[in-house]
């Protein structure tokens, strides 16, 4: 694995807030893809109030016109309800808001490293399910169509929804795909046995931790044959909880897939990226699991952020030569690439 | 709203156990349907191990084998690690696991007051994902066809899976409908816009409380087009959390749906059952919500019990004269009988 050494190669003072209340503070968790000659990610660009002294400002989005419109809530910061939770999170009484407020935002490349950010949004919020943000999308391409996943945010919770489109141009909404709470929703690339396939990641805490559940469709837009797949503490690595990174990659040994692990070392949260091989005709067994991370926080820019000590990854591009672009998040604030060979991951056969 | 004068009418010490190692603790929630001049109930049947004094047993299922087989952990109570979280769960380290252990079973009546039981379980765990059991069926007559959903229990958390039948001897399992953690689930009888629709109940805590969802479907399996359609806290006797109860009622004035409230009166939880109209051809509308429960604890066989001051709903029977009979459970431990019109639960247009 072969961190580029001009990370991070795309950072938040690069991307124009998309209102003048706004200031961007992570640019972050992209989708990948390649189109034509050109490369694009689809960031999640993370924004947050532009704060006064002795004020908490919280964004959040109204629908109650068509169009949603920027609404920002101003607390006093000596108000007993308005509690700070971590960098990410406030409480105003029993209930929470986020800190910051997402949108996905095209950036676009010719050579894959130097990418020019787009002036406008790519997907803004369209209704109440995304009334604090949409955030990390995923990029799956089938047949001639693009489907983007994402994650819509709100006072319910977060769930997983879903965008098609053939040019990144003109988009369709397609509804929530996996209700709250759950994340990190990896599509696979092709119809397996007659279903779509997916990995998703459902809050199944309480009785166990996070884990990759496995779930099939006719349609990708309605999902059932849920099973758990995976679940932490396979290694020390992966010990709190998992969920999946970027779409699997079809491989001759099965389906490659990159998830994330979270584990506590000391007293800090660590997040690295894992691997795992799926049967390729049945993709709910495992096959190999790595026993060691791919990638794992320690450069300066990995460690020290927003959140630190967090390498994320969401989209992977496949160039011909068998090598992989892994565009990834450090600290939840700006986009990483590394290099390295299909061979690199995972053992020869 | 008539309570029977004889409740409760099905109770744990009617039930033969399923296994000499267990004792039924209780015989709740049922699922309800009028199969031609038969009334029948699909009770949970709970069932805890026989303790031993200084040994806390807990039950669960393994599937080493194509039947699934009990399996009796045996602990001991001073064991720091055993610790009993409540009536329902105990925890063993950082795993949690559940004291009683359920499967359906059948009860059969040919007047709707007096139930005879089953000798053996209607539907026992079929895979992991039921290792801690099946609970709280609900029964949807779709044309000539019966589909059962019900809460799968297991280490990963607690999902809705389907069965369908046309004659409850040959049952056909299909699968996970919503994963966990999701339960409450209320199938409506009829396709409504070209799609079948549910009611369903995520645990999307964390952000807000647990609410009522509803989602699409084209084939009852597969499910997506997830959307918030009530929260918690409309009035005092739902302002913990709330979810479905039976599956909803065509009714002239729109789709009736009886649900259940979770509020914490004093230092008690108690559980409610409260009633919405939603519009017949599109229940993402409220068009009403009653103000006060429609059933409430307060006889002593709802108020003392496994679980005190619970009321709870799975299953209603509609009989041709309007009427409703309401098979709901007291203190998770039995099941009574209430009776009513549709008119004494929502408000004359």
């Given at each position: ?47 947050g ?9 919280i ?28 960098s990410r999170a406030v ?7 986020v800190s910051t ?249």
């Amino acid at each position: 694995m072969h961190k580029y050494h001009g990370n991070p190669i795309i950072t938040p003072d690069m991307i124009p807030p998309s209102d003048k209340r706004l200031m961007v503070k992570g640019a972050l968790n992209p989708g990948a893809v390649q189109l034509g000659k050109e490369t694009l990610l689809l960031l999640r660009v993370a924004e947050g109030c532009i704060q006064t002294p002795g004020t908490v400002s919280i964004p959040t989005y109204e629908f109650t016109s068509s169009q949603p419109s920027l609404r920002v809530l101003h607390l006093s910061r000596s108000d007993p309800r308005v509690q700070i939770k971590d960098s990410r999170a406030v409480l105003v009484g029993d209930k929470e808001y986020v800190s910051t407020i997402s949108h996905l935002r095209l950036a676009r490349s010719s050579n894959g490293i130097d990418f020019k950010i787009d002036a406008k949004p790519f997907w803004m919020p369209v209704n109440p399910s995304e009334e604090f943000g949409v955030e990390d999308a995923r990029i799956t391409k089938i047949d001639d169509t693009y489907f983007i996943n994402y994650t819509a945010v709100s006072g319910d919770s977060y769930g997983t929804s879903l965008l098609r489109t053939t040019d990144f141009k003109n988009v369709e909404y397609l509804g929530m795909i996996f209700s709250a709470p759950n994340k990190d929703v990896c599509i696979f690339p092709e119809k397996i046995s007659g279903s779509y396939v997916a990995l998703h990641r459902p809050f199944n805490h309480g009785f166990g931790k996070s884990s990759i559940w496995i779930a099939k469709s006719p349609d990708l837009i309605h999902w059932g044959q849920h099973q758990c797949l995976l679940r932490p503490g396979a290694t020390l690595w992966e010990s709190e909880k998992i969920g999946g990174g970027a779409p699997p990659i079809k491989t001759e040994r099965g389906w490659l897939v990159i998830y994330h692990g979270k584990s506590l070392q000391g007293r800090a949260d660590y997040y690295c990226l894992m691997v795992m091989l799926l049967d390729i005709n049945d993709p709910s067994k495992i096959i190999y699991q790595g026993e060691q991370p791919i990638l794992f926080p320690s450069a300066s820019y990995e460690t020290k952020g927003f959140v630190p000590n967090v390498v994320f990854l969401n989209g992977v591009v496949q160039t011909s030569d068998d090598s992989l672009l892994l565009y990834y998040s450090a600290c939840d604030e700006v986009t990483c690439l590394a290099q390295c060979t299909i061979d690199d991951l995972i053992p020869q056969s």
